[in-house]
T-cell receptor
Framework: AQSVTQLGSHVSVSEGALVLLRCNYSSSVPPYLFWYVQYPNQGLQLLLKYTTGATLVKGINGFEAEFKKSETSFHLTKPSAHMSDAAEYFC??????????????FGKGTKLSVIP | DTEVTQTPKHLVMGMTNKKSLKCEQHMGHRAMYWYKQKAKKPPELMFVYSYEKLSINESVPSRFSPECPNSSLLNLHLHALQPEDSALYLCASLGLNEKLFFGSGTQLSVL
């Protein structure tokens, strides 16, 4: 079984401040980990992913995340928040479900607000 | 073409209506997904099609009926829905490195 826990359903930061969104996972096998962003009334857009290799992963829009196996964490960071970063962020873990498909399990999401 | 296209974007239907949601991708992806997302909640998996065959059905009520006519199309047929089925319905397809490409969704309201 696999699961994802996102700490904090709502995070507020000032424009230009550090963004830190927390994600912890549990998985019985080495996981594939993802961060998705969702703007209001839109689908989800992939920010970044970790599958294998380098544990520090860089994504779009200046975001990055570090896979820490010992802490079972995959926290999302951005050095300087921009107003356009305000959105809902979902951490997810993927597990192969057979027949060429993967099943993505999402965390409950963290809403990021950016204060001018 | 790197998009998943969903139509319609908005749909209002009565509980006795029959309607269909459509999803299309031309990226050659072989796995396609339907998710349901209620407001302020994460997406919940409904169905997975792999190589045009239904591989996962997450105990979804029979008033939701998926169909995969070919490798590029995925439909979700709706019949006799309940008001609690109102939600954003998201389609996704699976690309390389387990990356899911999402459509922008159909916002469904059941009256």
């Amino acid at each position: 079984a696999q699961s994802v826990t996102q700490l904090g359903s709502h995070v507020s930061v000032s424009e230009g401040a550090l963004v830190l969104l927390r994600c912890n996972y549990s998985s019985s096998v080495p996981p594939y980990l993802f961060w998705y962003v969702q703007y209001p009334n839109q689908g989800l857009q992939l920010l970044l992913k970790y599958t294998t290799g380098a544990t520090l992963v860089k994504g779009i829009n200046g975001f990055e995340a570090e896979f820490k196996k010992s802490e079972t964490s995959f926290h999302l960071t951005k050095p300087s928040a921009h107003m356009s970063d305000a959105a809902e962020y979902f951490c997810a873990v993927s597990l192969y479900s057979g027949a060429g498909s993967y099943q993505l399990t999402f965390g409950k999401g963290t809403k990021l607000s950016v204060i001018p | 073409d790197t998009e998943v296209t969903q139509t319609p974007k908005h749909l209002v239907m009565g509980m006795t209506n029959k309607k269909s949601l459509k999803c299309e991708q031309h990226m050659g992806h072989r796995a396609m997904y339907w998710y349901k997302q209620k407001a302020k909640k994460p997406p919940e998996l409904m169905f997975v099609y792999s190589y045009e065959k239904l591989s996962i059905n997450e105990s979804v009520p029979s008033r939701f009926s998926p169909e995969c006519p070919n490798s590029s199309l995925l439909n979700l047929h709706l019949h006799a829905l309940q008001p609690e089925d109102s939600a954003l319905y998201l389609c996704a397809s699976l690309g390389l490195n387990e990356k899911l490409f999402f459509g922008s969704g159909t916002q469904l309201s059941v009256l």
